[in-house]
């Protein structure tokens, strides 16, 4: 097992990793190599997350996408101007609304998902400044409200839950990325009470959506309560119940 997932690495390393830059790319050249200006801060995130979690927190190529999500990750909430120079120019039709104006959500919770993985010892001051800025953004959306209104919900679909969630993101896993990372604050109350609202009688979670496509085994059925979306409501709560304003 240890094999396969350590081969799996070094292909997305050898594929997908821009060295010169530091992020992962979506896509290759004719010589299968990653494409500068195809690097995405959903992807990196994505994959510094799995590498710390598969030990290669300390491999250079790691720190080097660390430093990727430090140095150009943006928490822009709406600003008059798109950014300027690498790696907001001449970005790939793929890439491209990753970046501008108004930063992408699931961009920023997917770069504090990847660093909050990292063990507080090993956080240097620009990761802690990074995780900051990343949630004070979730937090003024109150973590599934429109900042500029917040009367609406961002996206109806953030309301399921999802399991394995990997490219979607749901109300549940940004509230068990911020009590991960200690925070309880006030602005989190009505997401806080949403997942409340959704256990049943039984006191379990039932499961809305479960990834379709590229996975061998349906894990559980949608519609039905569900051990993975329990574990995780019930984990996040008691952590929210530990914590204090």
Known sequence: MLFCVQKACEFLFEHSFENQTGGFSFRCDKNSQALKNNEGPCLTGKMVWALVKFGYLNDPRAQKAIHWLTEYGRCDDGIDKDPEGYPYRNQSKKTKSCWGKHTC??????????????????????????????????????????????????KDKWMSF??????????????????????????????????????????????????????????????????WITYKAIKTLNRWDSLAY
């Open 162 to 227: 999802i399991f394995p969630c990997f490219s979607e993101i749901d109300i549940l896993q940004v509230l068990e990325t911020l009590t991960h990372l200690g925070y309880k604050d006030k602005r989190m109350d009505d997401a806080i009470k949403y997942v409340f609202s959704r256990q049943t009688e039984s006191g379990r979670w039932i499961l809305d959506k479960a990834l379709k496509g590229r996975i061998r085994a349906k894990l559980e059925e949608p519609g039905v309560e569900s051990k």
């Open 105 to 154: 959500y699931r961009n920023i919770f997917w770069r504090l998902k990847a660093l909050s993985t990292i063990p507080p010892k090993n956080r240097t001051k620009k990761i802690n400044q990074t995780i900051d800025e990343a949630a004070e953004f979730i937090l003024k959306h109150h973590v599934y409200k429109r900042s500029h209104n917040l009367n609406e919900i961002i």
